[in-house]
Antibody, heavy 118, light 113 residues
Framework: EVQLVQSGAEVKKPGESLKISCKGS????????IGWVRQMPGKGLEWMGI????????RYSPSFQGQVTISADKSISTAYLQWSSLKASDTAMYYC???????????WGQGTLVTVSS | DIVMTQTPLSLSVTPGQPASISCKSS???????????LYWYLQKPGQPPQLLIY???NRFSGVPDRFSGSGSGTDFTLKISRVEAEDVGVYYC??????????FGQGTKLEIK
């Protein structure tokens, strides 16, 4: 069974760093792109970026370029989304999603809620 | 940047009645390879989104046949032939005409009367 399991909810202060994870199982992790999607409270979906774990080829939405870093460790089938200095406006649910069955984002993680507050 | 515009932003439907959501893109989603890269997702309350339709009109695995997609170029429609209570949530269209670049519509909230 294909699964994307994300790390748990985080509460951070502005200026702190954070790395959240998405672990894939039940499929060949290195063979399919994994993307990250932001959903701010009460708002819609925003595509942030995408990585190919096989060679770490990474693309970013212009809106998120320079704001976050996407990476992957294929040895443990895990993708990451990272911030070096969080802002209150980073408060959101973050989803990972992979394109395993031939369409973009056909499998989704359960989401990681990030709350940034002083 | 490609902009995706959905209408309406919300709709209230009686169970058993049809529903229709429109999605318009700011440029054609027809690729030179002949495919049209338009997708539909449903986010049920408290859940991650789920893929309903890929490449305009193809239902993803397990999606009931009351859901159908149509359209071409810049104008697309998702139709539910007979709405059921489990169909409540927010529906999003998404484009990927540019390789590895994606844009979602703003979402359409479906509720049951």
């Amino acid at each position: 069974e294909v699964q994307l399991v994300q790390s748990g909810a985080e509460v951070k202060k502005p200026g702190e760093s954070l790395k959240i994870s998405c672990k894939g199982s039940g499929y060949s992790f290195t063979s399919y792109w994994i993307g990250w999607v932001r959903q701010m409270p009460g708002k819609g979906l925003e595509w942030m970026g995408i990585i190919y774990p096989g060679d770490s080829d990474t693309r970013y939405s212009p809106s998120f370029q320079g704001q976050v870093t996407i990476s992957a460790d294929k040895s443990i089938s895990t993708a990451y989304l990272q911030w070096s200095s969080l802002k209150a406006s980073d408060t959101a649910m973050y989803y990972c999603a992979s394109s395993i069955a031939g369409a973009p984002f056909d499998y989704w993680g359960q989401g990681t809620l990030v709350t940034v507050s002083s | 940047d490609i902009v995706m515009t959905q209408t309406p932003l919300s709709l209230s439907v009686t169970p058993g009645q049809p529903a229709s959501i429109s999605c318009k893109s700011s440029q054609s989603l027809l690729h030179s390879d002949g495919k049209t890269y338009l997708y539909w997702y449903l986010q049920k309350p408290g859940q991650p989104p789920q893929l309903l339709i890929y490449e305009v009109s193809n239902r993803f695995s397990g999606v009931p046949d009351r859901f159908s997609g149509s359209g071409s170029g810049t104008d697309f429609t998702l139709k539910i032939s007979r709405v059921e209570a489990e169909d409540v949530g927010v529906y999003y269209c998404m484009q990927s005409i540019q390789l590895l670049m994606y844009t979602f519509g703003q979402g359409t909230k479906l509720e049951i009367k």
